[in-house]
């Protein structure tokens, strides 16, 4: 049988692993710095506020976030591995080759943020927040993302694979072409016309059935 899903290629950060640490403190964490060609690992930042800072070919490992708005940050060619990012503020950010793997980003604020090429890997996205994000080549693999929220989004070429999206809210979100097959999307907040030409199995169409108003028996 032919396999009728379509391949979405994700590119990967462009990365040099001989890099120098980078050292973040309170006295270079400011509006506008850049950063690039390092590794930031094994620390914490605490209570930092800096706007349109970027970072370029950077690796985070280990690296706790701990109450940071980093609003309008620009990250290219950058892997969080292992990182806690909870509650972080990248509102309006610019992601380009970034890869998220392992990490905790419960309550993430990726709102008004533009995604190309971004994968999330093996992580927790609780409460995740992507509202008016504009996704394109995005990949959310084995992630879990219960209550997170997507809408006003605009998705092209994303996939969700093996992820769990219970009660995620998709509304006023374009998902025709989305594959939701692999994914837990019980209670999932979508409009009639969001969900048209989306991907699902039967049992996922029954439950959406209700949408439309249907009566099962």
Do not use: W
């Not at 590119?11 to 309170?26: A, G, M, Q, V």
């Not at 999307?185 to 009639?192: D, S």
């Amino acid at each position: 049988m032919k396999d009728t899903k379509k391949k979405i290629k994700v590119l990967r950060p462009k990365l040099d692993y001989d890099l120098d640490t980078i050292e973040l403190s309170e006295e270079n964490i400011m509006d506008e710095n850049i950063f690039s060609f390092g590794t930031i690992s094994e620390c914490s930042l605490e209570h930092h506020e800096a706007e349109s800072m970027t970072f370029q070919h950077v690796i985070f490992n280990r690296v706790i976030f701990n109450k940071i708005a980093f609003k309008r940050i620009e990250l290219t060619d950058v892997s969080f591995q292992n990182c806690d990012l909870s509650n972080v503020d990248f509102s309006e950010a610019l992601l380009h080759r970034v890869e998220f793997i392992n990490c905790k980003i419960t309550g993430i604020n990726l709102s008004e943020a533009t995604l190309r090429n971004v994968t999330f890997k093996d992580c927790n996205g609780q409460y995740a927040f992507f509202s008016y994000s504009n996704c394109k080549q995005v990949a959310f693999l084995q992630c879990q993302l219960t209550s997170s929220d997507f809408k006003n989004s605009s998705f092209i070429k994303v996939k969700f694979e093996d992820s769990n999206l219970l009660q995620a809210q998709m509304n006023f979100t374009n998902l025709e072409g989305i594959d939701f097959t692999s994914c837990d999307i019980e209670g999932i907040g979508v409009n009639i016309t969001d969900i048209n030409g989306a991907i699902v199995n039967p049992m996922q169409a029954v439950a959406l059935s209700t949408l439309l108003g249907l009566v099962i028996k």
